[in-house]
């Protein structure tokens, strides 16, 4: 196995379950994935916290206290490290392991793995957990290795404190990492320089303790959160109204979407009129409700305006969670750089220039985001049947069936890997784990060494992922999900947007049909 984050855990958590052994190889010096590298002040959930952690055990989830709706990175990470103590799953982690190479064995039927550290590892079977969003996107600015300063991508943020007080702090990107820490930085630093190239629809997060009397309603609605989360598309708590926008008066409108927005978590986007954003006039009334916010929260509009997208509505991308952010731009010490109208040219020794002035800093911080999806698994040299490059098969984006497996790559398995639902994550990649435990049940119970997905049901798969884009808000939009922040990066939908109850029935459907679209030997 590859990668020791939530997906990983649990897959071991399930393979050792199944009696198989198993080595998985981490390449950061903690477990956790995103809970151990995205340790920048201000990271945490926009997920509630009890309907991320992991159901598979209900001691385990009455046991746990999170301490807010919305957990911070440092309180996940002790809960990952808390679960794979409590199922002694660490004897079977290797820390600092980075995987760099796996070549297929034909003859055997086997995996050949190469690590950094020079090791060589043979397994059965290899599962990639690497993450969707794990192998962080530097942009190549020239100057940076002469700059003087320091500098930190939040994907990589040290566990060592970075020191942001009385210093001028730079912020390349307004993402959801970066919507998390400006305020922060804003609260410590002498001045912030905030450079943004595209504005986000933020709404607010509004997050609060959870005290125990929540807690005691949360734990005993164990299967009500569950079934609620694997009912909905993006394996959340929240459903929308069985209403459209455009059905009720404009008062009662607008006075749903005030709710909205003090409400906490992702409901703006997930528990608001079921049209938002299927019909362009529910879809602009959401849009000009928000436009509105910010003008409101923002005093000098002028600012105000450059923090209105006008290259997406409202729903286009996953909204980043705010708390703060707008405010921070009505203080003296905070600039929002339009990058639109003032394109950064190079790092100096001491500062960012750009096409219109310098700015002095002392701490540049890149918010820039990841090479999604297929980063994390193509920049490992992964060789299938006849040496082919996995890189190469998926040169136009990627190519598998259901997610799980790619042609001419057998024995390989993907859980949180492309063309697979997404939303709450752990919501989203169990399904995958458990696809994959119960495969390799079968398969040992039928005396099978080997299976692989055929090419056309990997064919097929791929036209039904992009049909799950078509004629939607999000077709059109430049994210990430489409690799469409990677230059030279095929555009090609990466990720599955029929919702994880579809995904779910594919999945079972492919096994209830005897592995339809999978070949064993
Ligand atoms: P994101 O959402 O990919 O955001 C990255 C940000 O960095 C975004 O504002 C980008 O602008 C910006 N960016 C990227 N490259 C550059 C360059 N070259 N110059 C300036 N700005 C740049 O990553 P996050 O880490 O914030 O969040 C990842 C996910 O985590 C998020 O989607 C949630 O699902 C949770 P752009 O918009 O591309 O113009």
């Given amino acids: 196995m590859v990668g020791a984050g939530i997906s990983g855990i649990y897959q071991l958590y399930r393979l050792r379950e199944a009696g198989l052994s198993v080595c998985l190889c981490e390449a950061g010096s903690g477990v956790g994935g995103t809970w151990y590298w995205n340790r920048y002040p201000g990271a945490r959930f926009d997920s509630e916290s009890y309907s991320y952690g992991y159901f598979f055990s209900r001691e385990l989830f009455e046991e746990w206290r999170w301490s807010e709706e919305f957990a911070a990175q440092p309180e996940t990470e002790r809960y990952l490290n808390h679960v794979v103590d409590r199922f002694d799953l660490r004897r079977d982690i290797h820390l600092a392991t980075r995987i760099t190479g796996a070549a297929y064995d034909e003859a055997d039927a086997a995996w050949l793995v190469t690590t950094a550290n020079g090791e060589e590892l043979r397994a059965r079977f290899l599962v990639s957990a690497v993450g969707l969003l794990s192998e962080p996107y530097l942009p190549a600015i020239p100057g940076l290795a002469d700059f003087a300063g320091v500098w930190h991508h939040t994907a990589r943020w040290p566990p060592e404190a970075v020191e942001l007080s009385g210093r001028r702090v730079a912020v390349i990107g307004t993402g959801s990492s970066g919507v998390q820490l400006i305020p922060h930085a804003a609260r410590v630093a002498a001045e912030l320089v905030v450079f943004q190239r595209t504005a986000n629809w933020c709404t607010p997060l509004n997050n609060r303790p959870l005290p125990a009397s929540r807690h005691r309603e949360v734990r005993r609605s164990f299967h009500d959160i569950y079934r609620a989360c694997h009912a909905s598309p993006g394996g959340f708590v929240h459903r929308p109204l069985p209403l459209s926008a455009l059905e009720v008066d404009p008062g009662e409108r607008l006075a749903h979407f005030q709710h909205l927005y003090d409400s906490p978590g992702l409901t703006m986007l997930l528990a608001n009129f079921r049209d938002i954003t299927t019909d362009q006039n529910a879809n602009a009334a959401v849009t000009a409700f928000l436009r509105g916010k910010i003008r409101?929260?923002?005093?000098?509009?002028?600012?105000?305006?450059?923090?209105?997208?006008?290259?997406?509505?409202?729903?286009?991308?996953?909204?980043?969670?705010?708390?703060?952010?707008?405010?921070?731009?009505?203080?003296?010490?905070?600039?929002?750089?339009?990058?639109?109208?003032?394109?950064?040219?190079?790092?100096?020794?001491?500062?960012?220039?750009?096409?219109?002035?310098?700015?002095?800093?002392?701490?540049?911080?890149?918010?820039?985001?990841?090479?999604?999806?297929?980063?994390?698994?193509?920049?490992?040299?992964?060789?299938?049947?006849?040496?082919?490059?996995?890189?190469?098969?998926?040169?136009?984006?990627?190519?598998?069936?259901?997610?799980?497996?790619?042609?001419?790559?057998?024995?390989?398995?993907?859980?949180?890997?492309?063309?697979?639902?997404?939303?709450?994550?752990?919501?989203?990649?169990?399904?995958?784990?458990?696809?994959?435990?119960?495969?390799?049940?079968?398969?040992?119970?039928?005396?099978?060494?080997?299976?692989?997905?055929?090419?056309?049901?990997?064919?097929?798969?791929?036209?039904?992922?992009?049909?799950?884009?078509?004629?939607?808000?999000?077709?059109?939009?430049?994210?990430?999900?489409?690799?469409?922040?990677?230059?030279?990066?095929?555009?090609?939908?990466?990720?599955?947007?029929?919702?994880?109850?579809?995904?779910?029935?594919?999945?079972?459907?492919?096994?209830?049909?005897?592995?339809?679209?999978?070949?064993?030997?």
């Fill in 296 to 521: 409101d929260r923002v005093t000098d509009p002028a600012v105000a305006e450059l923090l209105i997208p006008d290259d997406h509505t409202f729903g286009m991308k996953r909204p980043p969670l705010e708390d703060g952010y707008y405010e921070v731009f009505n203080q003296d010490h905070v600039t929002l750089v339009p990058l639109a109208r003032e394109p950064i040219q190079a790092f100096t020794r001491h500062g960012i220039a750009t096409t219109k002035r310098t700015y002095p800093v002392d701490v540049a911080v890149f918010a820039t985001g990841f090479d999604a999806v297929t980063g994390a698994i193509t920049r490992i040299d992964i060789r299938g049947r006849g040496g082919a490059r996995l890189a190469h098969h998926w040169a136009a984006g990627p190519r598998t069936h259901l997610g799980l497996q790619s042609a001419g790559f057998p024995n390989l398995f993907f859980v949180g890997g492309p063309q697979s639902t997404t939303g709450n994550i752990p919501r989203a990649t169990e399904i995958q784990v458990d696809w994959v435990t119960a495969c390799l049940r079968h398969m040992a119970e039928h005396g099978r060494r080997w299976v692989e997905p055929t090419a056309a049901a990997e064919a097929a798969w791929l036209s039904h992922v992009s049909s799950t884009v078509r004629g939607t808000a999000l077709e059109n939009a430049t994210s990430w999900a489409f690799g469409s922040n990677i230059p030279g990066k095929a555009r090609a939908y990466q990720l599955y947007a029929g919702g994880i109850p579809a995904y779910r029935a594919h999945c079972e459907a492919a096994v209830e049909r005897g592995y339809e679209g999978f070949t064993f030997g």
